[in-house]
């Protein structure tokens, strides 16, 4: 399959899955833009795709995907920058062990593993609908398995662990892609979550907190 002439924005892809799969799109021909926090390791890894696929139809966003103003920010760059959006990728996720906020006063986890994902696909569903057909992927986890939102403590402020608070953010995003998926039927834009499984990747080390952004 060649994907030559598409446009893919993909959050998280400077390390783990979110890499290996920019890289295989881009050397499916496809252009990529890469949302990522960390501006360095973000560049580095631009060059890296770039060699790999053989063109330069890869490029990358500045943007914290916990903090709402940077990934509106985000947003606006990628509509000024490309002229149609063929597929969206929301991996950036991490697993904070300590409970931290984010700078809009939200719990970091819920900010960025749902809150991320449901802002940043609002802010770009025109692109999405004016370029169908086109698709939403949602990168959740089986690690949902057994959890429940505690709509009362989202935030975790009663009672706080890491793991659990992973958990409700990856329920929340299946919650979101199939009720995203009933609002666009008939649009040509599809929705689609998946669980990656485990992979060599540095995702779930113990950690204070990974990023993979």
């Given at each position: 399959?060649?994907l030559?002439?598409?446009?893919?924005?993909?959050?998280g892809?400077t390390?783990?899955i979110?890499?290996?799969t920019?890289?295989?799109l881009?050397?499916?021909?496809?252009?990529?833009?890469?949302?990522?926090r960390n501006a360095a390791?973000?560049?580095q890894?631009v060059?890296?795709?770039?060699t790999?696929?053989?063109?330069?139809?890869?490029?990358?966003?500045?943007?914290?995907?916990?903090?709402q103003?940077?990934i509106?920010?985000?947003a606006e760059?990628i509509?000024g920058?490309?002229?149609?959006?063929?597929?969206?990728?929301?991996n950036a996720?991490?697993?904070?062990?300590?409970?931290?906020?984010?700078?809009?006063?939200?719990?970091?986890?819920?900010?960025?593993?749902?809150?991320?994902y449901?802002?940043?696909?609002?802010?770009?569903?025109?692109m999405l609908k004016?370029?169908?057909?086109?698709?939403?992927?949602?990168v959740?986890s089986?690690a949902h398995?057994?959890?429940?939102?505690?709509?009362?403590?989202l935030?975790?402020?009663?009672a706080?662990s890491?793991?659990?608070?992973?958990?409700?953010s990856?329920?929340?995003n299946?919650?979101?892609?199939?009720e995203l998926?009933r609002?666009?039927?008939g649009?040509?834009?599809?929705?689609?979550?998946?669980?990656?499984?485990?992979?060599?990747?540095?995702?779930?080390?113990?950690c204070?907190?990974?990023?993979?952004q």
């Amino acid at each position: 399959m060649r994907l030559d002439g598409k446009e893919i924005v993909i959050t998280g892809a400077t390390d783990g899955i979110g890499k290996v799969t920019a890289r295989e799109l881009a050397k499916m021909g496809a252009s990529v833009t890469i949302v990522a926090r960390n501006a360095a390791k973000a560049q580095q890894v631009v060059k890296e795709l770039r060699t790999a696929a053989g063109h330069d139809r890869v490029g990358f966003v500045r943007a914290d995907l916990s903090s709402q103003k940077s990934i509106k920010g985000a947003a606006e760059t990628i509509k000024g920058r490309l002229k149609r959006l063929d597929v969206l990728i929301n991996n950036a996720g991490a697993m904070f062990s300590k409970r931290e906020l984010s700078e809009d006063g939200i719990e970091r986890t819920f900010a960025l593993n749902h809150l991320g994902y449901f802002l940043f696909t609002h802010l770009l569903l025109d692109m999405l609908k004016a370029s169908a057909p086109s698709r939403i992927v949602n990168v959740a986890s089986a690690a949902h398995a057994g959890a429940k939102l505690s709509i009362d403590d989202l935030q975790g402020a009663k009672a706080y662990s890491g793991w659990r608070a992973y958990q409700q953010s990856k329920l929340a995003n299946i919650y979101f892609t199939y009720e995203l998926a009933r609002r666009l039927a008939g649009t040509n834009v599809t929705v689609n979550a998946l669980h990656p499984g485990f992979v060599a990747s540095r995702f779930g080390l113990l950690c204070p907190g990974l990023l993979h952004q």
